[in-house]
């Protein structure tokens, strides 16, 4: 099984770090799929996906411990917009053999409602959720699984990292040294 780990990652920080961990022993193979633009947010700019991607390579250069965690360019070299069913999709069309499935993280599960095609997602791949702070995940699932009773959900008992794209950001931007915080 592979385990789908998508997202901007501007910049992976410590808290993917512990996630890919998690993921490299819970799964045969983990794909880090850099997406050049979330078509949920605004705050970030698709022509940086090459360099994210770039950055992403180096970062696992630097983690040669995570043997089955490759980074991965599929959505630079997708159309947009980047909805993660076509890339599962295109995956899944490309190695039909294998079974995917999505990791998101609890506060994605929050809003998840607002994906496209949602409901195939979870029936059609599943999710593995990793918990984040202020979110409650179990409760979250539980509403998802009500709706889509096909679904596949898993809830990962992991720690919390509490560390995120945005506040490391925010502190580069005022001058502060995050590298004990990046990946």
């Given at each position: 099984?592979?385990?789908v780990?998508?997202?901007?990652?501007?910049?992976?920080?410590?808290?993917?770090?512990?996630?890919l961990?998690r993921?490299s022993?819970?799964?045969d193979?983990?794909?880090l799929?850099?997406s050049?633009?979330?078509?949920?947010?605004?705050?970030i700019?698709?022509?940086?996906?090459?360099?994210?991607f770039?950055?992403?390579?180096?970062?696992?250069?630097?983690?040669?411990?995570?043997k089955n965690?490759t980074?991965?360019d599929?959505?630079l070299?997708?159309?947009?917009?980047?909805?993660t069913?076509r890339?599962?999709?295109a995956?899944?069309e490309?190695?039909?053999?294998?079974?995917?499935?999505l990791?998101v993280?609890?506060?994605?599960?929050?809003?998840?409602?607002?994906w496209?095609?949602w409901?195939?997602?979870?029936?059609d791949y599943?999710i593995?959720?990793?918990p984040?702070?202020g979110?409650d995940?179990?409760a979250?699932a539980?509403?998802?699984?009500?709706?889509?009773p096909?679904a596949?959900?898993?809830?990962v008992?992991?720690?919390l990292?509490?560390?995120s794209?945005?506040?490391?950001?925010?502190a580069?931007?005022?001058?502060?040294?995050?590298?004990?915080l990046?990946m």
């Amino acid at each position: 099984m592979v385990a789908v780990y998508s997202g901007s990652f501007n910049p992976l920080h410590i808290g993917h770090l512990a996630i890919l961990e998690r993921l490299s022993v819970m799964y045969d193979e983990v794909l880090l799929v850099v997406s050049p633009k979330n078509p949920l947010k605004e705050d970030i700019s698709a022509d940086s996906g090459m360099e994210r991607f770039d950055a992403a390579c180096a970062a696992l250069r630097r983690h040669p411990e995570l043997k089955n965690v490759t980074a991965s360019d599929i959505e630079l070299r997708m159309e947009p917009p980047h909805y993660t069913i076509r890339t599962l999709d295109a995956l899944h069309e490309a190695e039909p053999q294998m079974r995917f499935v999505l990791t998101v993280g609890g506060d994605q599960i929050a809003d998840f409602r607002r994906w496209k095609d949602w409901e195939r997602i979870l029936s059609d791949y599943g999710i593995v959720v990793f918990p984040r702070e202020g979110f409650d995940a179990i409760a979250e699932a539980a509403s998802l699984l009500t709706d889509c009773p096909g679904a596949s959900i898993t809830i990962v008992d992991a720690p919390l990292v509490n560390v995120s794209s945005t506040q490391i950001r925010n502190a580069i931007a005022h001058g502060d040294d995050v590298s004990s915080l990046l990946m």
